[in-house]
């Protein structure tokens, strides 16, 4: 069983950073794949960033070259680095633990908004 709190949400400009973290309890997560979705009001929950156990990393098309997401598996925590934020990505940002697509664990969320 993991445990995922996200923390680092609030309101920025847009143009501004934020940064996301996702601490994990219960289990290390270095066995694990880690991501950050986001569910934008009104719409269904899509996708924004991945890192397998070996640090590979995809991201949505929307946030290339913007958000990254390291890990520290040492610190038992996942970041979404978020650059140039613009108005399309308000959203409740959750974080999600994955192995093996058994073990499938969520947070439970944290708001991010962008002012114009």
């Known amino acids: 069983q993991v445990q995922l709190v996200e923390s680092g949400g609030g309101l920025v400009q847009a143009g501004g950073s934020l940064r996301l973290s996702c601490a994990a309890s219960?289990?290390?997560?270095?066995?694990?794949?880690m991501g950050w979705y986001r569910q934008p009001p009104g719409k269904q929950r899509q996708l924004v960033a991945t890192?397998?156990?070996?640090?590979?990393?995809n991201y949505a098309d929307s946030v290339k070259g913007r958000f990254t997401i390291p890990r520290d598996n040492a610190k038992n925590t996942v970041y979404l680095q978020m650059n140039g934020l613009k108005p399309a990505d308000p959203a409740v940002y959750y974080c999600n633990a994955l192995r093996r697509l058994i073990y499938n664990y969520w947070g439970q969320g944290t708001q991010v908004t962008v002012s114009s």
């Open positions: 219960g289990s290390s997560i270095s066995i694990y794949a």
């Open positions: 890192i397998t156990d070996g640090e590979s990393t």
